[in-house]
């Protein structure tokens, strides 16, 4: 069963009476809460396969789907990034502009993943006294550790919005015990990260945990040996960078006196000292997915960039995705890229910045924009071939549909700014004065204007930074609503690629020791890479570039590659850049020029740099902060950093 059948059979699934205490599904705020006694009937859960399964797929239904729902409504990791501009009034409007705290935290999921983690020990504990004949071990087995997984998972999710959290091993949690006595202390990170790796090693190592070649068709969405070492391989890429390597921000942030946890008493929770052994750990970790030969690079096999790059989200279950979050309806990430005015009723809210437009490549591999002065003026290379003078100037050029839609290559009057780039600018960024392609034939679809009035811009739902997602909507489906389905990308090889290279490159950088070949392989993943992308290799384009440079580029090239997939957010916090990035002037184009009666031409006005709103972030905003009842709650709970 794919995890998009799982999904659909927990929501079909009734709690039934003698499982409702058991199932731990209640809206509670901690983990500290008290539940009613489960043991009334709970030996009847174990008694029937049937039920031992309906409970594992509690246990597992904890994880996040966060493409299942509209863009920015369960999750801030897009909206609340330098990457993307969403329309819509959600939590990470709060994060954006810095007026969120402690007693009003957006997306607060500290609960659900300890009910989760709560949910799997249980289970685990439990799944063995199955007593149905028909409960195979080899069954058992699966659940049991496909449950592991999800427990360290939960670890891990948690890990990314708050740093180091409770561990709990298998400990149940006796809800029977007073307040004071379910006090206790945060592990620190290192315990975490070490306790999150040894989990996803042994499930990796186990054998009821398939590889990717043993997993049927019918099991897609499983936990297999590489997604294990795929989370590892990011965790402990992020606890190299700076926000959790010898962040000297942090060295207040200690655990009070605790006498009944002596190892945890007064302990200092975020690593003080820099460790540039690290890299080599994260270096090792990443390597170990690509030592496992199962995942490629998605080719089409017809050498288009275009298409390459657009079918590592259009090809569901292609050779590149090591895990995503089910098989979703693509209507969500369709309904809100897709431009208001088109036939569809579409919400056209969820785009790049300006910021994200200018991160892209040329067509000569050569990234345009360095950086912006005092004024939000672009810096150029002029050595990309980018004039900073006429980038707003119009010009004909051929506009590259050919590859990731059903139409050819066609001439158009644009700004200079998206002439000449790389193909993954064009299947990810739509401006304004195109036309949104889908179908075989373009006679019938107009161009769209995001200009004031314009048919991309008449309701509260529009492309606020005058710019939207171009990536996930199925542009060669015949007609505008035939949304498709979709395997997003949770972790995918291209990212283990990345993480490879950046961690190698630090490790040189800082006179880590690698192993042989290490380097030389770093660059050949980064060649095969861009070579998809339809690029020359970095150090083709870039031949005298320094370590920390190539570090520098692995960072625009990682931004380009992994656009919207929800990594610009954790990538700009564990940089520890974000204070620079996140806050601050995000542009756009002029949204509010006004359109003229022709609501499908863009107003010359419209194509200017533009405020598109000012973001607040503060030193405190690198981590979530523990809301104000989990510290009415546990007295033992030390908050993070400045909230």
């Given at each position: ?453 314009g048919n991309g811009n008449q309701t509260h739902d529009y492309a606020k930074s005058g710019y939207l997602c171009n990536r996930f909507y199925d542009h060669k489906a015949n007609n505008m609503g035939d949304w498709g389905n979709i395997t997003f990308p949770i972790f995918r090889l291209a990212e283990t690629y990345l993480n490879f290279i950046e961690a190698v490159l630090e490790c040189k950088k800082r006179g880590v ?131």
């Amino acid at each position: 069963m794919n995890m998009y059948n799982i999904m659909n059979h927990i929501k079909k699934m009734c709690v039934w009476s003698f499982l409702a205490a058991a199932m731990f599904l209640s809206s509670c705020e901690s983990f500290l809460d008290r539940q009613e006694d489960e043991k009334l009937t709970f030996d009847k859960i174990w008694e029937s396969r049937t039920t031992t399964r309906q409970y594992w797929l509690s246990a597992m239904s904890f994880l996040p789907n966060f493409n299942g729902t509209f863009v920015g409504d369960a999750d801030p990791y897009l909206g609340a990034s330098d990457e993307c501009s969403i329309a819509y009034d959600r939590g990470y409007r709060s994060i954006n502009f810095g007026t969120w705290n402690a007693s009003s935290v957006p997306y607060y999921r500290m609960a659900t993943y300890y009910n989760g983690i709560r949910e799997c020990n249980i289970f685990m504990q439990n799944v063995y006294r199955c007593s149905d004949p028909l409960a195979t071990r080899e069954m058992l087995d699966e659940w049991y550790w496909q449950a592991r997984f999800a427990r360290a998972y939960y670890y891990f999710l948690l890990m990314q919005d708050y740093g180091p959290v409770f561990l709990l091993g298998d400990d149940l949690v006796d809800f029977t015990l007073s307040t004071e006595e379910l006090y206790r202390p945060r592990n620190t990170w290192d315990q975490c990260v070490d306790y999150v790796v040894s989990e996803l090693t042994e499930c990796a190592d186990n054998n009821a945990i398939p590889t990717q070649q043993q997993l049927q068709p019918i099991n897609y969405g499983y936990a297999t040996k590489g997604v294990c070492k795929a989370v590892i391989s990011r965790l402990t890429l992020y606890s190299a960078r700076d926000l959790f390597n010898g962040n000297t921000m942090y060295s207040s942030v200690r655990n009070p006196a605790a006498p009944n946890f002596p190892e945890l008493s007064g302990q200092q929770l975020f690593p003080a000292t820099y460790d540039a052994n690290k890299w080599l750990i994260a270096a090792e970790a990443a390597k170990a997915v690509l030592d496992l030969g199962h995942y490629e690079l998605y080719r089409a096999g017809n050498g288009n960039a275009y298409e390459d790059y657009y079918g590592v989200t259009k090809v569901n279950w292609n050779s590149e995705l090591i895990w995503t979050d089910r098989y979703n309806n693509r209507y969500y990430w369709g309904i809100g890229t897709v431009p208001t005015g088109q036939p569809t009723n579409a919400y056209g809210a969820v785009g790049p910045t300006q910021q994200q437009v200018d991160a892209y490549a040329m067509k000569n591999g050569r990234y345009p924009i360095t950086g912006y002065d005092a004024s939000g003026s672009p810096v150029v290379d002029p050595a990309s071939g980018y004039n900073k003078d006429t980038e707003l100037t119009k010009s004909s050029w051929s506009y590259p549909s050919s590859g990731w839609s059903n139409h050819a290559n066609s001439t158009i009057s644009a700004p200079n700014m998206y002439k000449d780039r790389e193909p993954r600018f064009y299947i990810c960024v739509f401006f304004s004065g195109l036309k949104w392609l889908y179908g075989s034939s373009s006679t019938s679809i107009a161009t769209t204007s995001f200009g004031k009035g314009g048919n991309g811009n008449q309701t509260h739902d529009y492309a606020k930074s005058g710019y939207l997602c171009n990536r996930f909507y199925d542009h060669k489906a015949n007609n505008m609503g035939d949304w498709g389905n979709i395997t997003f990308p949770i972790f995918r090889l291209a990212e283990t690629y990345l993480n490879f290279i950046e961690a190698v490159l630090e490790c040189k950088k800082r006179g880590v020791s690698l192993p042989g070949g290490y380097e030389a392989l770093a660059m050949s993943k980064w060649d095969d890479l861009r070579d998809r992308a339809g690029l020359d290799p970095i150090t083709t384009v870039y031949p005298t570039a320094t370590t920390a440079e190539l570090i520098e580029l692995c960072r625009r090239e990682r931004r380009v590659e992994l656009a919207m997939e929800r990594h610009r957010y954790f990538d700009t916090r564990t940089w520890k850049i974000a204070e620079q990035t996140d806050g601050g002037i995000m542009w756009g184009m002029n949204v509010n020029a006004t359109n003229s009666a022709d609501k499908t031409v863009t107003p010359d006005e419209f194509w200017q740099r533009t405020v598109l709103e000012t973001r607040v972030f503060n030193p405190n905003h690198y981590l979530y902060p523990f809301s104000q009842r989990e510290l009415d709650r546990n007295k033992l709970l030390t908050q993070n950093f400045g909230w």
